[in-house]
């Protein structure tokens, strides 16, 4: 099975515009969680959809936001970029156990 | 809701010699424990997984027993080689939780030949 991925893989964006990242999970699992990991927080948990419905958040603000198709790929999307936003993003997806495997993740620098 | 709490590292080891990574839990009713390994510009690897006390997980050399008693979860490797460098995560999930991810912050494991 292919695992896990992301595109882009690196991305620059400038404060105030906003960013729309992609997320495909493997065949057959229908859950994706996000996550932001920087070297001063770690890993935090952004949110996390089943069958196109959100079923987790975490404590971010309400630029952070996420979709889920029907195919189950996910899409995650900032609006109004700060600084504080640079970070790499990594997804990951559950099948019907509870392990989560995780994509390469998308390397974001806010300029 | 639940939390995992994880040595602080750097550790810096010899090649050949013993690791242990503490991790320790909080959480309600009968969580499934996991450590991840994460390498360099990349994402995160399940390494081992236990779901229930006295389990003990293994892969690739590492090993980690599920202690409901003392609610550790410690990794461990009798012989370290330099390909194990990388960052070190614990995590905890639950139904009780929705089966919500909690990671610790993390150990960076350096080993020098």
Redesign the interface.
């Given at each position: 099975k292919a695992g896990?991925t992301?595109t882009p893989r690196y991305l620059i964006k400038t404060r105030g515009q906003q960013v729309t990242l992609s997320c495909s999970p493997i065949s057959g699992h229908r859950?994706v969680?996000w996550y932001q990991q920087t070297p001063g927080q770690?890993?935090q948990?952004l949110f996390?959809y089943f069958s196109e419905t959100q079923?987790?958040k975490g404590n971010f603000p309400g630029r952070f936001s996420g979709r889920q198709f029907s195919n189950s790929r996910s899409e995650m999307n900032v609006s109004t970029l700060e600084l504080g936003d640079s970070a790499l993003y990594?997804c990951?997806s559950?099948g019907s156990s509870?392990?989560?495997?995780?994509?390469?993740?998308t390397r974001l620098t806010v300029t | 809701g639940n939390s995992v709490t994880q040595m602080e590292g750097p550790v810096t080891l010899s090649e050949e010699a013993f690791l242990t990574i503490n991790c320790t839990y909080t959480a309600t009713g009968y969580p499934?424990l996991?450590w991840?390994v994460q390498y360099p510009?990349?994402?995160?690897?399940?390494l081992l997984?236990a779901?229930k006390a006295d389990d003990k997980g293994s892969n690739k050399g590492f090993e980690a027993t599920y202690r409901k008693e003392t609610t550790s979860f410690h990794l461990e490797k009798g012989s370290v080689q330099v390909s194990d460098s990388a960052v070190y995560?614990c995590a905890t999930?639950s139904e009780n939780t929705?089966?919500?991810?909690?990671?610790?912050?993390?150990t960076s494991l350096t080993v020098i030949p």
């Open positions: 896990v992301q859950s969680s770690g890993l948990f996390e079923r987790n990594l990951a559950r509870y392990e989560q495997y995780f994509g390469p993740g | 499934s996991f991840y510009g990349e994402g995160l690897q399940l997984k779901t995560f999930a929705g089966n919500q991810f909690y990671f610790g912050t993390g």
